[in-house]
């Protein structure tokens, strides 16, 4: 019904009129002990994650009936708007999923549909077991407003490790851009696509392009970038935008009728030699049964080793949450040692809590918590944490018009005009 | 009828004018029981009408015009008011989408009208298997556009659709053995556009040169009208079926006895008396085209360089990704401007003729 909606003011009324509706039914629930979740982890992977941290909460509170309000729809296009219209009509779920930063303090503490959980740090010890980078992304004011089930990494490049040993390609511990060219030139002159990507939702590409941005840039650089100290059309960013447009001559043709996963398909079968993905990529390869080390490798993208792009899930509490008492016990539990070693591995990401036995993890997931421990940690773009929903589109946008015309000096203006657009929107 | 077109606006518009012929009407009778009970009767309706239609419009040009930007809700308007429109009309993606809907609107209707009354003219023969190839033209209609979208996308993906086709048929062996390049176009993923008037528009508006997206038909828009025309082309033809058996065989027999060809039949007479149904047929597939979304999300998304990006995936875009309710409320204006071009002509013509 939302898909089709061609104005969005009903969607507020309709959201307004239900609440109305809802709102004794609610008031009436608040003694029952129920929980509403909401997300959009709806694939195998994903949902057995959810699931686990079901199964945590259920053991440490049990009692509580949990509605498991899920929207499927990659990457959340279908969830967000269910979401924000439930949130602009007051009728909010208990809680729900959201990246740290930018997307948390931004689009969702600002408006103040969330409630800080500050205590919950000291009274958890959590202060101490997550990271300060991290905590500090979901800190507006000295008030905390969530808590992060695990931590993808977004700047790694994947690799076939057959084939690149087939063509006489080996690659270290960390990688440069000179490297990658070369390497690349090997296999176009081999007849093969270097570089795989499935950008038909384009943040694929975007997420090529902010990393090999990084790359560039460096930790510090990215700090700048996006504490408006850096500006969008600086040397060093135009550079990274050229390397970019160079990486555009090693794509798989198709890349643009596939999707993210089809391209790591693509690359177990041999069919393209790297991608540069975020660990999700993971669950892919151990899916279809391949060794890490022996079938497939990876490494920090060129020029990103030291640097660690943070995509993170989290949770909130919902300001006027239906059943308070219910999501707090929620957020304690994911903050809880167990939860985070039940969650993780199946989602194939590393737990926020740096004190959790490693054992339980794999060769790649080892090394992504000793980069995690560290390096430095930075908001990703891409995914909502180091700038605003508006910029994040425009980059999006500008990355799309990039590819086919290659044109730096307007993909450097697009971003300008849009920092400065999404500056005045604030 | 209506399934597949949303009715948003139709259905609005059918009870406005038939409450018009029922206000008429009572003047005359004398009971007041009746005179009152018909707009008694319609008054629930025409204020959920009003409401949810006309309200929500006023609603949606003054979200356009506030600054309402991010989840905050902001109903305070701009300065400057229409920075929303300006902001738009400035985004190279939007003029993308301009051309696009429109380029989509012109070929999936000439395609779809033509094939439709193609077919049903075959029809109107009467040959054997009437009843079959009427039904078996009519399915595509009945599946939703999420599911053509999805078939569509894998028969024109490059590597594993179409392409395999022309590689099994040995075409590509042939055109390679007779010295030219095999024949696999990249269909959905071409950013190609093919007749680009930016130059010769240019000589006559210079402002043209400065745009960065080409004027043309972007190739990869091509697969999408074939999609669509493949699902409606059945209604056309359904449409020209109803409307040749409104045509009295009389009229053909004496065109036949002045001498007629078969063919001048159709041309002189049968042809000229369809018109009607042609210009029906037009506003209805006209308005499901500037309106399209579904399809175009399921098959190609915003596509290569937004080659087959449209305002409604626009809207989307902006409005729950972005956060930027004002500039998706106003694309949305400019969405509904669009198609009241194409309808506002066609019911005013028909009140006149009421």
Redesign the interface.
Same mark, same amino acid.
Not at chain 1, 67 to 92: H, K
Not at chain 1, 269 to 294: H, L, Q, R, T, Y
Not at chain 2, 198 to 216: E, K, Q, T
């Given at each position: 019904m939302h898909l089709k909606m061609r104005f969005c003011s009903p969607v507020v009324a309709f959201a307004s009129f239900f609440a109305l509706v809802q709102a004794p039914l609610s008031s009436q629930a608040a003694g029952e002990k129920k929980l509403e979740v909401f997300s959009w982890w709806t694939s195998g992977g994903e949902a057995a994650a959810l699931d686990a941290l079901f199964t945590v909460y259920k053991k440490q509170y049990p009692g509580v009936e949990i509605i498991n309000a899920t929207v499927a729809g990659g990457g959340g296009s279908a969830a967000r708007p269910v979401l924000q219209t439930r949130l602009a009509g007051g009728n909010p779920p208990d809680t729900w999923q959201s990246h740290p930063g930018w997307e948390l303090l931004g689009q969702y503490v600002e408006p103040g549909y969330c409630e800080a959980i500050t205590e919950l740090y000291q009274s958890d010890g959590w202060d101490k077991a997550f990271p300060k980078a991290l905590v500090d992304l979901m800190t507006k004011d000295g008030k905390t407003y969530g808590v992060l089930a695990g931590v993808h990494r977004g700047n790694d490049l994947w690799f076939n490790k057959q084939l690149l040993e087939k063509n006489g390609i080996t690659v270290g511990d960390t990688m440069s851009f000179d490297q990658f060219f070369a390497a690349c030139d090997k296999l176009k002159a081999a007849g093969i696509p270097a570089l795989g990507v499935g950008d038909s939702g384009i943040w694929a590409s975007a997420q090529l392009f902010e990393n090999t941005l990084l790359g560039v840039v460096g930790g510090q650089g990215w700090i700048d970038l996006f504490g408006g100290k850096m500006k969008w059309d600086d040397p060093k960013v135009k550079e990274a935008m050229k390397y970019f447009a160079k990486m555009q001559d090693y794509l798989n043709p198709d890349h643009s009728a596939l999707s993210w996963d089809q391209a790591i398909g693509a690359l177990i079968e041999g069919k393209v030699a790297f991608s540069s993905m975020g660990d999700w990529a993971d669950g892919e390869f151990i899916k279809a049964n391949k060794k890490e080390n022996v079938d497939f490798g990876w490494v920090s993208h060129p020029g990103t080793d030291g640097s660690f792009i943070i995509v993170a899930d989290g949770f909130t509490l919902a300001k006027g949450a239906p059943h308070k008492d219910a999501t707090i016990a929620w957020l304690k539990s994911i903050g809880s040692k167990e939860a985070q070693e039940a969650f993780n591995p199946l989602k194939g990401s590393i737990p926020a809590r740096t004190d959790v036995d490693k054992s339980k993890f794999d060769g790649y997931h080892q090394w992504s918590m000793k980069s995690f421990a560290t390096n430095t940690l930075l908001p990703s773009c891409v995914h909502g944490e180091a700038a605003p929903a508006a910029f994040q589109q425009a980059l999006n946008d500008a990355v799309t018009a990039f590819i086919v015309d290659k044109n730096v000096d307007n993909f450097a203006n697009a971003l300008v005009q849009a920092a400065k657009e999404s500056e005045s929107n604030k | 009828m209506f399934v597949d077109a949303?009715p948003?606006m139709p259905t609005a518009n059918l009870q406005v004018s038939h409450s018009g012929r029922t206000q008429a009407q009572p003047k005359r009778k004398r009971i007041s029981g009746e005179r009152i009970l018909p707009p008694l009767i319609l008054v629930p309706s025409m204020a959920a009408i009003i409401t949810?239609v006309y309200v929500?419009?006023l609603? $949606?040009v003054w979200?356009s015009l506030s600054r309402w930007?991010?989840?905050?809700?902001d109903w305070r308007l701009r300065d400057p008011l229409f920075q929303a429109y300006v902001?738009m009309f400035a985004?190279?993606?939007w003029h993308a989408d301009l051309r696009n809907v429109l380029v989509f609107t012109v070929l999936f209707l000439s395609v779809s009208i033509g094939f439709g009354l193609l077919l049903a003219l075959l029809l109107d023969r009467r040959l054997l298997g009437y009843t079959l190839f009427r039904n078996i033209f009519l399915f595509p209609y009945a599946l939703s556009f999420i599911v053509t979208g999805i078939a569509w996308?894998w028969i024109?993906?490059?590597?594993t659709g179409i392409n395999l086709l022309f590689d099994g048929l040995g075409i590509n062996r042939w055109l390679v053995s007779i010295g030219s390049a095999p024949f696999r176009p990249?269909w959905?993923?071409d950013?190609g556009v093919l007749f680009s008037i930016n130059d010769s528009l240019g000589h006559i508006f210079p402002a043209v040169r400065n745009l960065?997206v080409h004027l043309g038909i972007p190739i990869a828009l091509i697969p999408v009208v074939v999609a669509a025309s493949w699902q409606l082309t059945g209604f056309a033809m359904s449409m020209y079926i109803a409307g040749l058996a409104t045509v009295p065989n009389e009229l053909r027999e004496a065109a036949r006895i002045d001498g007629a060809t078969e063919f001048q039949v159709y041309t002189k007479v049968v042809l000229p008396l369809l018109r009607p149904v042609t210009v029906s047929t037009a506003i209805i597939l006209g308005h499901v085209s500037l =309106?399209i979304?579904?399809l175009i999300?399921a098959m $190609?998304?915003?596509?290569?360089?937004?080659a087959t990006d449209v305002p409604?995936i626009f809207?989307?875009?902006? $409005?729950? =990704?972005? $956060?930027?309710?004002n500039l998706?409320?106003a694309a949305?204006i400019v969405?509904?401007l669009l198609v009241a071009i194409v309808i506002v002509p066609y019911l005013w013509r028909n009140l006149r003729r009421n």
């Amino acid at each position: 019904m939302h898909l089709k909606m061609r104005f969005c003011s009903p969607v507020v009324a309709f959201a307004s009129f239900f609440a109305l509706v809802q709102a004794p039914l609610s008031s009436q629930a608040a003694g029952e002990k129920k929980l509403e979740v909401f997300s959009w982890w709806t694939s195998g992977g994903e949902a057995a994650a959810l699931d686990a941290l079901f199964t945590v909460y259920k053991k440490q509170y049990p009692g509580v009936e949990i509605i498991n309000a899920t929207v499927a729809g990659g990457g959340g296009s279908a969830a967000r708007p269910v979401l924000q219209t439930r949130l602009a009509g007051g009728n909010p779920p208990d809680t729900w999923q959201s990246h740290p930063g930018w997307e948390l303090l931004g689009q969702y503490v600002e408006p103040g549909y969330c409630e800080a959980i500050t205590e919950l740090y000291q009274s958890d010890g959590w202060d101490k077991a997550f990271p300060k980078a991290l905590v500090d992304l979901m800190t507006k004011d000295g008030k905390t407003y969530g808590v992060l089930a695990g931590v993808h990494r977004g700047n790694d490049l994947w690799f076939n490790k057959q084939l690149l040993e087939k063509n006489g390609i080996t690659v270290g511990d960390t990688m440069s851009f000179d490297q990658f060219f070369a390497a690349c030139d090997k296999l176009k002159a081999a007849g093969i696509p270097a570089l795989g990507v499935g950008d038909s939702g384009i943040w694929a590409s975007a997420q090529l392009f902010e990393n090999t941005l990084l790359g560039v840039v460096g930790g510090q650089g990215w700090i700048d970038l996006f504490g408006g100290k850096m500006k969008w059309d600086d040397p060093k960013v135009k550079e990274a935008m050229k390397y970019f447009a160079k990486m555009q001559d090693y794509l798989n043709p198709d890349h643009s009728a596939l999707s993210w996963d089809q391209a790591i398909g693509a690359l177990i079968e041999g069919k393209v030699a790297f991608s540069s993905m975020g660990d999700w990529a993971d669950g892919e390869f151990i899916k279809a049964n391949k060794k890490e080390n022996v079938d497939f490798g990876w490494v920090s993208h060129p020029g990103t080793d030291g640097s660690f792009i943070i995509v993170a899930d989290g949770f909130t509490l919902a300001k006027g949450a239906p059943h308070k008492d219910a999501t707090i016990a929620w957020l304690k539990s994911i903050g809880s040692k167990e939860a985070q070693e039940a969650f993780n591995p199946l989602k194939g990401s590393i737990p926020a809590r740096t004190d959790v036995d490693k054992s339980k993890f794999d060769g790649y997931h080892q090394w992504s918590m000793k980069s995690f421990a560290t390096n430095t940690l930075l908001p990703s773009c891409v995914h909502g944490e180091a700038a605003p929903a508006a910029f994040q589109q425009a980059l999006n946008d500008a990355v799309t018009a990039f590819i086919v015309d290659k044109n730096v000096d307007n993909f450097a203006n697009a971003l300008v005009q849009a920092a400065k657009e999404s500056e005045s929107n604030k | 009828m209506f399934v597949d077109a949303k009715p948003f606006m139709p259905t609005a518009n059918l009870q406005v004018s038939h409450s018009g012929r029922t206000q008429a009407q009572p003047k005359r009778k004398r009971i007041s029981g009746e005179r009152i009970l018909p707009p008694l009767i319609l008054v629930p309706s025409m204020a959920a009408i009003i409401t949810f239609v006309y309200v929500f419009i006023l609603i $949606t040009v003054w979200v356009s015009l506030s600054r309402w930007g991010t989840l905050r809700i902001d109903w305070r308007l701009r300065d400057p008011l229409f920075q929303a429109y300006v902001q738009m009309f400035a985004m190279p993606r939007w003029h993308a989408d301009l051309r696009n809907v429109l380029v989509f609107t012109v070929l999936f209707l000439s395609v779809s009208i033509g094939f439709g009354l193609l077919l049903a003219l075959l029809l109107d023969r009467r040959l054997l298997g009437y009843t079959l190839f009427r039904n078996i033209f009519l399915f595509p209609y009945a599946l939703s556009f999420i599911v053509t979208g999805i078939a569509w996308r894998w028969i024109f993906n490059p590597e594993t659709g179409i392409n395999l086709l022309f590689d099994g048929l040995g075409i590509n062996r042939w055109l390679v053995s007779i010295g030219s390049a095999p024949f696999r176009p990249g269909w959905t993923t071409d950013p190609g556009v093919l007749f680009s008037i930016n130059d010769s528009l240019g000589h006559i508006f210079p402002a043209v040169r400065n745009l960065s997206v080409h004027l043309g038909i972007p190739i990869a828009l091509i697969p999408v009208v074939v999609a669509a025309s493949w699902q409606l082309t059945g209604f056309a033809m359904s449409m020209y079926i109803a409307g040749l058996a409104t045509v009295p065989n009389e009229l053909r027999e004496a065109a036949r006895i002045d001498g007629a060809t078969e063919f001048q039949v159709y041309t002189k007479v049968v042809l000229p008396l369809l018109r009607p149904v042609t210009v029906s047929t037009a506003i209805i597939l006209g308005h499901v085209s500037l =309106k399209i979304f579904d399809l175009i999300f399921a098959m $190609t998304g915003v596509g290569p360089g937004f080659a087959t990006d449209v305002p409604g995936i626009f809207v989307f875009d902006m $409005t729950f =990704k972005a $956060t930027r309710y004002n500039l998706g409320a106003a694309a949305s204006i400019v969405m509904l401007l669009l198609v009241a071009i194409v309808i506002v002509p066609y019911l005013w013509r028909n009140l006149r003729r009421n």
